[in-house]
Protein backbone atom coordinates (compact mmCIF):
# COMPACT_ATOMS: atom_id res chain seq x y z
CA UNK A 1 0.00 0.00 0.00
CA UNK A 2 1.09 3.35 -0.66
CA UNK A 3 -0.31 7.12 0.24
CA UNK A 4 -2.10 8.05 -2.85
CA UNK A 5 -4.21 4.94 -1.36
CA UNK A 6 -5.54 6.37 1.73
CA UNK A 7 -7.59 9.16 -0.11
CA UNK A 8 -4.90 11.59 0.93
CA UNK A 9 -4.88 15.20 -1.72
CA UNK A 10 -2.04 16.05 -3.95
CA UNK A 11 -0.36 18.64 -2.07
CA UNK A 12 0.06 16.27 0.97
CA UNK A 13 1.33 13.55 -1.24
CA UNK A 14 4.19 16.13 -3.00
CA UNK A 15 5.20 17.29 0.84
CA UNK A 16 5.36 13.54 1.85
CA UNK A 17 7.47 12.75 -1.12
CA UNK A 18 9.67 15.38 -0.54
CA UNK A 19 10.59 14.32 3.01
CA UNK A 20 11.07 11.12 2.11
CA UNK A 21 8.38 9.01 3.12
CA UNK A 22 7.37 5.98 0.54
CA UNK A 23 5.16 3.56 2.27
CA UNK A 24 2.78 4.35 4.97
CA UNK A 25 3.49 2.41 8.62
CA UNK A 26 0.80 -0.23 9.74
CA UNK A 27 -0.62 2.08 12.42
CA UNK A 28 -0.86 4.67 9.57
CA UNK A 29 -2.92 2.29 7.13
CA UNK A 30 -5.50 1.80 9.62
CA UNK A 31 -6.04 4.78 11.32
CA UNK A 32 -5.75 7.14 8.44
CA UNK A 33 -9.15 5.86 6.81
CA UNK A 34 -11.20 5.84 9.89
CA UNK A 35 -9.51 9.34 11.37
CA UNK A 36 -10.57 10.80 8.31
CA UNK A 37 -14.14 9.25 8.24
CA UNK A 38 -14.77 11.24 11.60
CA UNK A 39 -14.27 8.32 13.62
CA UNK A 40 -13.17 8.16 17.20
CA UNK A 41 -10.09 5.85 17.13
CA UNK A 42 -8.41 4.48 19.97
CA UNK A 43 -4.83 4.14 19.66
CA UNK A 44 -2.39 0.94 21.48
CA UNK A 45 0.71 2.51 19.67
CA UNK A 46 4.38 2.97 21.01
CA UNK A 47 6.38 6.10 19.61
CA UNK A 48 8.50 5.31 16.32
CA UNK A 49 5.23 3.17 14.72
CA UNK A 50 4.34 6.51 12.82
CA UNK A 51 1.53 7.58 14.78
CA UNK A 52 1.84 11.03 14.74
CA UNK A 53 1.49 11.34 10.95
CA UNK A 54 -1.51 9.04 11.45
CA UNK A 55 -3.78 11.23 12.97
CA UNK A 56 -2.22 14.76 11.90
CA UNK A 57 -2.30 13.75 8.10
CA UNK A 58 -5.96 13.23 7.74
CA UNK A 59 -6.50 16.37 10.08
CA UNK A 60 -4.64 18.33 7.81
CA UNK A 61 -6.21 17.87 5.23
CA UNK A 62 -9.55 18.24 6.64
CA UNK A 63 -8.72 21.66 7.81
CA UNK A 64 -7.03 22.28 4.34
CA UNK A 65 -10.91 21.14 2.54
CA UNK A 66 -13.10 22.92 5.13
CA UNK A 67 -11.33 26.62 5.99
CA UNK A 68 -13.01 29.07 8.09
CA UNK A 69 -12.05 31.84 10.54
CA UNK A 70 -11.84 31.05 13.89
CA UNK A 71 -12.57 33.50 16.64
CA UNK A 72 -9.45 34.90 19.22
CA UNK A 73 -8.75 32.62 21.68
CA UNK A 74 -10.17 29.59 19.72
CA UNK A 75 -8.68 26.47 17.79
CA UNK A 76 -10.11 23.46 16.27
CA UNK A 77 -7.76 20.92 16.82
CA UNK A 78 -6.48 20.10 20.27
CA UNK A 79 -3.55 18.14 20.56
CA UNK A 80 -2.45 17.06 23.99
CA UNK A 81 1.57 16.05 24.97
CA UNK A 82 2.88 14.96 27.69
CA UNK A 83 6.10 16.52 27.57
CA UNK A 84 7.54 19.78 26.10
CA UNK A 85 9.57 17.79 23.49
CA UNK A 86 7.44 15.52 22.55
CA UNK A 87 4.61 18.54 22.07
CA UNK A 88 7.35 20.70 19.87
CA UNK A 89 8.25 17.17 17.80
CA UNK A 90 4.75 17.16 16.98
CA UNK A 91 4.12 20.39 16.23
CA UNK A 92 7.18 20.55 13.80
CA UNK A 93 5.87 17.22 12.13
CA UNK A 94 2.48 19.21 11.36
CA UNK A 95 4.60 22.22 10.10
CA UNK A 96 6.25 19.90 7.68
CA UNK A 97 3.31 17.87 6.83
CA UNK A 98 1.34 21.61 5.95
CA UNK A 99 3.62 23.15 3.43
CA UNK A 100 2.25 25.16 1.44
CA UNK A 101 -1.34 24.99 2.86
CA UNK A 102 -3.20 27.86 4.51
CA UNK A 103 -2.95 25.83 8.26
CA UNK A 104 -2.01 28.16 11.36
CA UNK A 105 -0.91 25.78 14.42
CA UNK A 106 1.26 26.84 17.48
CA UNK A 107 2.70 25.12 20.07
CA UNK A 108 1.82 26.07 23.91
CA UNK A 109 4.44 24.49 26.68
CA UNK A 110 5.60 25.43 30.06
CA UNK A 111 9.33 26.66 31.35
CA UNK A 112 8.65 29.73 28.79
CA UNK A 113 6.70 32.74 28.85
CA UNK A 114 3.07 32.90 27.91
CA UNK A 115 3.11 36.01 26.04
CA UNK A 116 3.49 34.87 22.24
CA UNK A 117 1.22 32.57 23.04
CA UNK A 118 -1.36 34.80 24.13
CA UNK A 119 -0.55 36.66 20.85
CA UNK A 120 -0.73 33.95 18.37
CA UNK A 121 -4.28 32.96 20.18
CA UNK A 122 -5.33 36.29 19.17
CA UNK A 123 -5.97 35.49 15.72
CA UNK A 124 -6.93 31.66 16.57
CA UNK A 125 -5.91 29.06 15.78
CA UNK A 126 -6.37 25.70 12.99
CA UNK A 127 -4.12 23.34 15.13
CA UNK A 128 -2.75 23.90 18.59
CA UNK A 129 -0.60 21.20 20.59
CA UNK A 130 -0.06 21.70 24.27
CA UNK A 131 1.01 20.28 27.51
CA UNK A 132 -1.80 19.91 29.90
CA UNK A 133 -0.32 22.72 32.36
CA UNK A 134 0.30 25.70 30.30
CA UNK A 135 -2.87 24.60 28.33
CA UNK A 136 -5.06 24.79 31.45
CA UNK A 137 -3.11 27.54 32.76
CA UNK A 138 -4.37 30.21 29.82
CA UNK A 139 -7.61 28.81 30.40
CA UNK A 140 -7.28 30.00 34.38
CA UNK A 141 -6.59 33.53 32.69
CA UNK A 142 -9.33 32.98 29.96
CA UNK A 143 -7.20 33.75 27.48
CA UNK A 144 -8.31 30.60 25.62
CA UNK A 145 -12.14 28.73 24.89
CA UNK A 146 -12.47 25.36 24.06
CA UNK A 147 -15.99 25.69 22.10
CA UNK A 148 -14.43 25.61 18.81
CA UNK A 149 -12.77 21.95 18.97
CA UNK A 150 -13.61 20.07 16.49
CA UNK A 151 -11.18 17.37 17.41
CA UNK A 152 -9.27 16.24 20.42
CA UNK A 153 -6.66 14.29 20.56
CA UNK A 154 -4.99 12.75 23.53
CA UNK A 155 -1.62 11.32 22.67
CA UNK A 156 0.76 8.92 25.75
CA UNK A 157 -2.38 8.78 27.25
CA UNK A 158 -0.59 6.37 29.73
CA UNK A 159 2.77 8.59 30.41
CA UNK A 160 0.04 11.44 31.46
CA UNK A 161 -1.57 9.27 34.01
CA UNK A 162 1.96 8.38 35.15
CA UNK A 163 3.08 12.15 36.01
CA UNK A 164 -0.09 13.25 37.53
CA UNK A 165 -2.67 14.54 34.86
CA UNK A 166 -5.24 12.34 34.87
CA UNK A 167 -7.43 15.03 36.50
CA UNK A 168 -6.13 18.22 34.56
CA UNK A 169 -7.21 15.43 31.05
CA UNK A 170 -10.53 15.02 32.34
CA UNK A 171 -11.35 18.69 33.22
CA UNK A 172 -9.89 19.50 29.24
CA UNK A 173 -12.05 17.17 28.03
CA UNK A 174 -15.60 18.10 29.90
CA UNK A 175 -14.17 21.30 28.43
CA UNK A 176 -14.33 20.34 25.08
CA UNK A 177 -18.30 20.59 23.17
CA UNK A 178 -19.61 16.45 23.72
CA UNK A 179 -20.56 16.82 19.74
CA UNK A 180 -16.55 16.48 18.24
CA UNK A 181 -13.96 13.86 17.05
CA UNK A 182 -12.00 12.38 19.62
CA UNK A 183 -8.79 10.25 19.30
CA UNK A 184 -6.63 8.60 22.23
CA UNK A 185 -3.48 6.88 21.65
CA UNK A 186 -1.62 5.04 24.08
CA UNK A 187 1.49 2.78 24.64
CA UNK A 188 -0.44 0.83 27.29
CA UNK A 189 -3.89 0.21 28.97
CA UNK A 190 -4.07 1.09 32.19
CA UNK A 191 -7.71 0.75 33.79
CA UNK A 192 -7.71 4.24 34.47
CA UNK A 193 -7.75 4.87 30.22
CA UNK A 194 -9.66 2.27 29.30
CA UNK A 195 -12.44 3.86 31.79
CA UNK A 196 -11.82 7.46 30.53
CA UNK A 197 -12.03 5.64 26.65
CA UNK A 198 -15.35 4.03 27.63
CA UNK A 199 -16.39 7.57 29.45
CA UNK A 200 -15.81 9.91 26.78
CA UNK A 201 -15.50 8.40 23.20
CA UNK A 202 -17.91 7.61 20.87
CA UNK A 203 -17.73 3.76 19.68
CA UNK A 204 -14.79 4.39 19.08
CA UNK A 205 -12.41 2.38 16.06
CA UNK A 206 -9.43 0.03 18.10
CA UNK A 207 -6.48 0.07 16.18
CA UNK A 208 -3.33 -1.81 18.28
CA UNK A 209 0.11 -1.96 17.11
CA UNK A 210 2.99 -3.06 18.42
CA UNK A 211 2.69 -3.83 22.12
CA UNK A 212 4.67 -2.23 24.55
CA UNK A 213 6.16 -5.27 25.64
CA UNK A 214 7.48 -5.84 22.23
CA UNK A 215 11.44 -4.26 21.19
CA UNK A 216 12.43 -3.39 17.60
CA UNK A 217 13.95 -6.53 16.49
CA UNK A 218 17.11 -4.38 14.99
CA UNK A 219 17.87 -3.66 18.76
CA UNK A 220 20.62 -5.31 19.71
CA UNK A 221 20.10 -5.36 23.51
CA UNK A 222 22.71 -6.15 26.40
CA UNK A 223 23.41 -5.40 29.87
CA UNK A 224 26.82 -5.28 31.98
CA UNK A 225 26.36 -6.33 35.56
CA UNK A 226 28.73 -3.66 37.76
CA UNK A 227 28.54 -1.79 41.30
CA UNK A 228 27.23 1.42 41.41
CA UNK A 229 30.56 3.01 41.49
CA UNK A 230 32.24 1.31 38.72
CA UNK A 231 29.12 2.88 36.49
CA UNK A 232 31.09 5.98 35.47
CA UNK A 233 34.02 4.24 34.61
CA UNK A 234 32.16 1.76 32.61
CA UNK A 235 30.11 4.56 30.89
CA UNK A 236 33.29 6.54 30.19
CA UNK A 237 35.32 3.32 28.49
CA UNK A 238 31.83 2.20 26.19
CA UNK A 239 31.39 6.22 25.02
CA UNK A 240 35.05 6.23 23.46
CA UNK A 241 35.02 2.58 22.23
CA UNK A 242 31.84 4.10 20.75
CA UNK A 243 32.73 7.39 19.59
CA UNK A 244 30.88 7.46 16.22
CA UNK A 245 27.49 7.04 17.30
CA UNK A 246 25.13 9.25 18.72
CA UNK A 247 24.20 8.64 22.42
CA UNK A 248 21.36 9.00 24.96
CA UNK A 249 22.16 7.96 28.29
CA UNK A 250 19.09 7.55 30.83
CA UNK A 251 19.26 8.01 34.76
CA UNK A 252 16.25 7.70 36.75
CA UNK A 253 16.56 11.17 38.38
CA UNK A 254 17.33 15.03 37.34
CA UNK A 255 20.57 15.31 39.84
CA UNK A 256 22.42 11.77 38.66
CA UNK A 257 21.54 12.61 34.84
CA UNK A 258 24.03 16.27 36.12
CA UNK A 259 25.99 14.33 37.90
CA UNK A 260 27.06 11.29 34.78
CA UNK A 261 27.14 15.09 32.71
CA UNK A 262 30.22 16.64 34.72
CA UNK A 263 32.12 12.94 35.42
CA UNK A 264 32.04 13.00 31.44
CA UNK A 265 32.80 16.38 30.59
CA UNK A 266 36.02 16.15 33.15
CA UNK A 267 37.09 13.11 30.99
CA UNK A 268 36.86 15.21 28.02
CA UNK A 269 33.33 14.01 26.38
CA UNK A 270 31.18 16.61 25.09
CA UNK A 271 27.36 15.76 26.98
CA UNK A 272 24.15 17.65 27.83
CA UNK A 273 21.64 16.96 30.11
CA UNK A 274 18.14 17.62 29.79
CA UNK A 275 15.31 17.11 32.68
CA UNK A 276 12.55 18.82 34.40
CA UNK A 277 14.58 21.01 36.31
CA UNK A 278 16.38 22.92 32.95
CA UNK A 279 14.18 25.67 31.57
CA UNK A 280 12.70 25.05 28.26
CA UNK A 281 15.23 27.10 26.34
CA UNK A 282 18.37 24.93 27.98
CA UNK A 283 16.34 21.77 27.18
CA UNK A 284 16.17 23.03 23.60
CA UNK A 285 19.31 24.06 23.21
CA UNK A 286 20.73 20.77 24.79
CA UNK A 287 18.31 18.73 21.92
CA UNK A 288 18.94 21.25 18.93
CA UNK A 289 23.11 20.96 19.40
CA UNK A 290 22.33 16.64 20.09
CA UNK A 291 20.08 16.39 16.85
CA UNK A 292 22.66 18.58 14.61
CA UNK A 293 25.56 16.24 16.21
CA UNK A 294 27.42 18.77 17.71
CA UNK A 295 26.55 17.52 21.38
CA UNK A 296 27.03 13.67 20.61
CA UNK A 297 25.77 12.54 24.43
CA UNK A 298 22.24 13.34 26.16
CA UNK A 299 21.96 12.35 29.22
CA UNK A 300 18.18 12.58 30.00
CA UNK A 301 15.79 11.37 32.46
CA UNK A 302 12.75 9.50 31.79
CA UNK A 303 10.70 12.56 30.79
CA UNK A 304 12.58 12.46 27.53
CA UNK A 305 11.72 8.76 27.07
CA UNK A 306 8.71 9.20 24.64
CA UNK A 307 9.46 12.94 23.31
CA UNK A 308 12.88 12.00 21.73
CA UNK A 309 12.66 11.23 17.73
CA UNK A 310 16.61 11.81 16.59
CA UNK A 311 16.95 9.88 13.48
CA UNK A 312 20.23 8.44 13.50
CA UNK A 313 20.55 7.64 17.27
CA UNK A 314 23.08 4.40 17.22
CA UNK A 315 23.86 3.70 20.74
CA UNK A 316 21.53 3.77 24.26
CA UNK A 317 22.75 3.19 27.83
CA UNK A 318 20.78 3.34 30.75
CA UNK A 319 22.72 4.17 32.89
CA UNK A 320 19.97 3.15 35.25
CA UNK A 321 17.48 0.59 34.81
CA UNK A 322 13.64 2.08 35.26
CA UNK A 323 11.94 0.74 37.89
CA UNK A 324 8.59 0.37 35.14
CA UNK A 325 9.85 -2.24 32.64
CA UNK A 326 7.59 -0.89 30.30
CA UNK A 327 9.43 2.67 30.56
CA UNK A 328 12.36 0.45 29.00
CA UNK A 329 10.82 -0.38 25.88
CA UNK A 330 10.44 3.23 25.25
CA UNK A 331 13.85 4.46 25.82
CA UNK A 332 15.55 1.54 24.08
CA UNK A 333 12.96 2.50 21.69
CA UNK A 334 15.02 5.90 20.75
CA UNK A 335 17.36 3.41 18.64
CA UNK A 336 16.62 1.23 15.75
CA UNK A 337 14.14 3.96 13.95
CA UNK A 338 13.25 4.29 10.50
CA UNK A 339 14.59 0.61 9.41
CA UNK A 340 18.08 1.20 11.08
CA UNK A 341 20.40 -1.01 13.29
CA UNK A 342 20.52 0.01 17.08
CA UNK A 343 21.82 -0.81 19.89
CA UNK A 344 20.86 -0.78 23.37
CA UNK A 345 23.34 -1.38 26.83
CA UNK A 346 22.49 -1.75 30.31
CA UNK A 347 24.05 -1.79 33.72
CA UNK A 348 22.87 -3.41 36.53
CA UNK A 349 24.06 -2.67 39.97
CA UNK A 350 23.13 -5.21 42.69
CA UNK A 351 20.23 -2.74 43.85
CA UNK A 352 18.37 -3.20 40.12
CA UNK A 353 18.24 -6.88 39.52
CA UNK A 354 14.83 -6.40 40.75
CA UNK A 355 13.78 -4.13 38.09
CA UNK A 356 15.80 -6.37 35.36
CA UNK A 357 14.09 -9.34 36.21
CA UNK A 358 10.94 -7.47 35.61
CA UNK A 359 12.03 -5.99 32.43
CA UNK A 360 12.85 -9.57 30.79
CA UNK A 361 9.61 -11.00 32.02
CA UNK A 362 7.62 -8.06 30.09
CA UNK A 363 10.16 -8.42 26.68
CA UNK A 364 9.78 -12.46 27.17
CA UNK A 365 13.72 -12.38 26.73
CA UNK A 366 16.65 -12.29 28.69
CA UNK A 367 19.29 -10.04 27.40
CA UNK A 368 22.45 -11.09 26.73
CA UNK A 369 24.59 -10.55 29.57
CA UNK A 370 28.01 -8.36 28.08
CA UNK A 371 31.58 -8.35 29.53
CA UNK A 372 32.18 -5.05 31.21
CA UNK A 373 34.46 -2.75 29.63
CA UNK A 374 38.50 -3.46 29.46
CA UNK A 375 39.53 -1.70 33.17
CA UNK A 376 36.36 -2.32 34.99
CA UNK A 377 35.51 -5.10 36.93
CA UNK A 378 32.51 -6.68 36.28
CA UNK A 379 29.98 -8.72 38.57
CA UNK A 380 29.00 -12.35 37.90
CA UNK A 381 26.01 -12.98 36.57
CA UNK A 382 23.06 -13.39 39.39
CA UNK A 383 20.22 -15.09 39.94
CA UNK A 384 17.42 -12.91 39.36
CA UNK A 385 14.94 -15.01 40.93
CA UNK A 386 16.22 -14.22 43.97
CA UNK A 387 16.38 -10.34 43.80
CA UNK A 388 14.79 -8.31 46.08
CA UNK A 389 12.67 -5.56 45.49
CA UNK A 390 14.43 -2.00 46.15
CA UNK A 391 12.98 -0.21 49.42
CA UNK A 392 13.50 3.42 48.27
CA UNK A 393 12.75 4.18 44.55
CA UNK A 394 12.94 7.57 43.14
CA UNK A 395 10.28 8.40 40.92
CA UNK A 396 10.53 11.53 38.20
CA UNK A 397 8.77 14.16 38.48
CA UNK A 398 7.14 16.38 35.69
CA UNK A 399 8.25 19.60 35.15
CA UNK A 400 7.22 22.30 37.78
CA UNK A 401 5.51 24.11 34.91
CA UNK A 402 3.90 21.69 33.45
CA UNK A 403 2.16 19.57 36.43
CA UNK A 404 -1.31 20.20 37.18
CA UNK A 405 -2.25 23.45 39.41
CA UNK A 406 -3.52 22.38 42.88
CA UNK A 407 -6.67 23.89 43.52
CA UNK A 408 -6.88 26.85 46.19
CA UNK A 409 -8.77 26.51 49.08
CA UNK A 410 -10.13 29.23 50.67
CA UNK A 411 -9.91 28.81 54.66
CA UNK A 412 -12.90 31.05 55.79
CA UNK A 413 -15.06 29.15 53.70
CA UNK A 414 -13.20 25.33 53.83
CA UNK A 415 -14.53 24.92 57.62
CA UNK A 416 -10.92 25.03 58.78
CA UNK A 417 -10.84 29.11 59.66
CA UNK A 418 -7.58 30.81 59.52
CA UNK A 419 -5.66 30.59 62.71
CA UNK A 420 -6.87 33.77 64.87
CA UNK A 421 -3.15 35.73 66.22
CA UNK A 422 -1.18 34.32 69.10
CA UNK A 423 -2.16 35.59 72.51
CA UNK A 424 0.55 38.15 73.69
CA UNK A 425 1.54 37.21 77.22
CA UNK A 426 1.01 39.83 79.25
CA UNK A 427 3.97 40.04 81.86
CA UNK A 428 2.97 40.96 85.54
CA UNK A 429 3.11 44.47 86.74
CA UNK A 430 6.14 43.76 89.46
CA UNK A 431 5.88 47.55 90.63
CA UNK A 432 2.09 46.90 92.03
CA UNK A 433 2.22 44.00 93.26
CA UNK A 434 5.45 45.00 95.28
CA UNK A 435 3.17 47.79 96.61
CA UNK A 436 -0.12 45.68 97.09
CA UNK A 437 2.15 43.28 99.48
CA UNK A 438 3.16 46.07 101.80
Do not use: W
Amino acid sequence: MTFDTLGLDEPILKTLADAGYTKPTPIQMQAIPMIAAGRDVVGLAQTGTGKTAAFTLPLIQRLNKNQMNTRPGSFRVLIVSPTRELAAQIHDSIRTYSKGLSIISACFVGGVSDKRQKTALKRGLDILVATPGRLLDLADQTALRFDAVETLILDEADQMLDIGFLPAIKRIISACPKTRQTLLFSATMPKEIESLSRQHLHNPERIAVAAVSKTADKIEQGVIHVTSDDKIPAIVALLKQHREKQTIVFTRTKRGADRVVRRLENEGLAAAAIHGNKSQNQRERALGAFREGKCPVLVATDIAARGIDVPGIGLVINFELPNVPEVYVHRIGRTARAERDGLAISFCDPEEQYYLRDIQRLIKLEIPVLDAPEGVKGLATPNLENARKPKIVQQQRPPRRDRPAKPKVDKRTSGGGAKPPAQRRRRPNRSKQSAGAS
